[in-house]
């Protein structure tokens, strides 16, 4: 019952932000899935980035993931937010868990980038209401994975 509430305030949240009824269902299916896995998730007007962050019981081992995802784009589409949700979802999912001596390693954080985006990619294609938005889903993704790729160039560049 719980789980039923925080889904609707959910999609009100998300629909609010997108100022259209049009993509409820896939709010809903998003959610559901967020919370279907062990994942929470909160929408935030003051974020710069929406982040999934894990922590582990120290009793049982269990992972828990909190989506934090931001209500303001940062390229000016407000369907980032839809965007968002599935590419931090994807971090939820990803097996491969970011270690703590990892964090400031740039190809394994890159590489962390790539997988949580392609279980986006499969998240995506699942919902038909959003095939117009390919383009601009691809276009938001380049943009999110375009620091990591001139980081690592300029690393690579024997010019630096």
């Given at each position: 019952?719980?789980t ?12 609010d ?14 959610l ?5 896995r ?18 582990t019981d120290?009793i ?21 937010i ?9 971090h ?13 390693n ?5 590489a962390r980038?790539?997988r949580?985006w ?8 699942t919902?038909?209401?959003l095939?117009a938005?390919?383009l601009?889903?691809n ?8 620091d990591?790729?001139q980081?690592l ?8």
């Amino acid at each position: 019952m719980e789980t039923e509430r925080k889904i609707k305030m959910g999609i009100r949240e998300v629909r609010d932000t997108l100022e259209t009824a049009e993509y409820d269902s896939v709010i809903e299916s998003l959610l559901r899935k967020v919370y279907s896995r062990n994942m929470t998730i909160s929408f935030y007007e003051n974020r710069k980035d929406s982040v999934c962050e894990t922590s582990t019981d120290e009793i049982d081992g269990s992972i828990t993931c909190v989506l934090r995802i931001k209500k303001k784009p940062a390229f000016g589409n407000v369907k980032e937010i839809l965007f968002d949700i599935m590419h931090e979802m994807g971090h939820g999912l990803d097996e491969n868990r970011l270690e703590l001596k990892d964090k400031c390693n740039l190809e394994v954080r890159y590489a962390r980038e790539l997988r949580a985006w392609k279980i986006a990619d499969k998240e995506f294609a699942t919902h038909p209401e959003l095939k117009a938005d390919k383009l601009e889903y691809n276009r938001y993704k380049h943009e999110c994975l375009k620091d990591y790729e001139q980081l690592l160039l300029k690393r690579k560049s024997p010019n630096t």
